[in-house]
């Protein structure tokens, strides 16, 4: 099996000629936000899942999880792993610069799940109710629930 490449040209592409990203920050006064950003991003989350993901794919389907007493439980290489994911910050990418957040728009978003799904699809499911829980809270959520939850 081949090790993950991440199509950073092509998701760029996208961003930059299709979405505009570049008009995007514009438009809504995000000025320190760039298309080198991106790319960098992007970058950064094509070595974690080359790194980190890719490694442990094949390995979690073929070990997979177990039922003990209750309780599922995961391979230890992929509790490792998600808890380097959060140490890295990749929760905080869309996040509110308020709460530690990086302010990235979803479509930055949706391009990095695509290189968790792509390399590791077990592991990125694991994301996505957290995902899910920061964006409720961000956006319905009040003063006391996000300075309690989202700085975490």
């Not at 490792?80 to 957040?101: L, P």
């Not at 899910?132 to 989202?150: F, R, T, Y």
Request: with cysteine; hydrophobic share 40%; net charge negative.
């Amino acid at each position: 099996m081949d090790n993950y490449n991440t199509p950073i040209k092509e998701m760029l592409f996208s961003l930059t000629q299709v979405a505009d990203i570049n008009k995007y920050s514009k438009d809504c006064d995000k000025t320190d936000l760039s298309s080198e950003d991106v790319k960098l991003l992007l970058e950064e989350a094509g070595k974690f899942a080359r790194e980190k993901l890719d490694n442990i794919n094949a390995k979690g389907d073929f070990d997979g999880i177990k039922l003990e007493n209750g309780l599922v439980r995961m391979p230890e290489y992929f509790i490792t792993a998600y808890k380097s994911f959060v140490e890295s910050g990749w929760f905080s990418v869309v996040g509110d610069k308020k709460y530690g957040g990086q302010d990235f728009p979803w479509s930055v978003l949706v391009l990095i799940n695509e290189i968790w799904e792509a390399t590791n699809m077990s592991f990125a499911v694991n994301n996505m109710l957290t995902q899910g829980a920061i964006e409720l809270i961000q956006e319905h959520g009040n003063e006391i629930q996000k300075n309690k939850n989202l700085p975490k």
